[in-house]
């Protein structure tokens, strides 16, 4: 049978650009109308094949990646909207606020433990001296872990 490029392009729903381009080098065969004929089989196997190496998809193979890419998109909203998925910004500035804390409490300790230190030197009980510092770290360590995060505002 023979087609034009028109007619390859409606057949394949490629452009009639990207048709002649593929078919480079087939010599037509005849006259369709007042276009040139090509042999139906030979053009389309030029046309898929060129697809095929290029690792393109075709209409159909198209169509079902664009069906998982919509329902990909609609999966992340339905998880956004559950709060079971969290933008990435937001997550990062909480983790920014938790080790910004957590320094801060740290930072903390020896301007604690030096009036303890004094104190105990006068009187040296180094087990004593350990579990005041013991004492403090633990404290601190609780402080961070009831830290709440506070969501940023105009959201749930």
Request: hydrophobic content about 45%.
């Amino acid at each position: 049978m023979l087609v034009s490029y028109n007619q390859l392009s409606e057949m394949t729903g490629k452009t009639y650009r990207t048709i002649k381009r593929r078919m480079n080098g087939l010599e037509p065969v005849g006259v369709v109308g007042r276009a040139n004929g090509f042999d139906s089989a030979a053009a389309l196997e030029l046309i898929y094949q060129h697809s095929e190496k290029t690792g393109e998809l075709g209409l159909t193979e198209e169509r079902a990646r664009l069906a998982k890419e919509q329902a990909d998109r609609y999966e992340i909203k339905n998880a956004v909207a559950r709060e079971k998925l969290l933008p990435a910004d937001e997550v990062m500035a909480a983790w920014v606020r938790l080790i910004t804390a957590a320094k801060i409490q740290m930072m903390a300790i020896p301007s604690e433990v030096a009036p303890i230190l004094l104190e105990i030197l006068e009187r040296p009980d180094a087990v004593e001296i350990v579990e005041r510092i013991d004492t403090i770290i633990k404290r601190v360590l609780f402080d961070l872990s009831n830290l709440k995060l506070n969501k940023k505002k105009g959201k749930k």
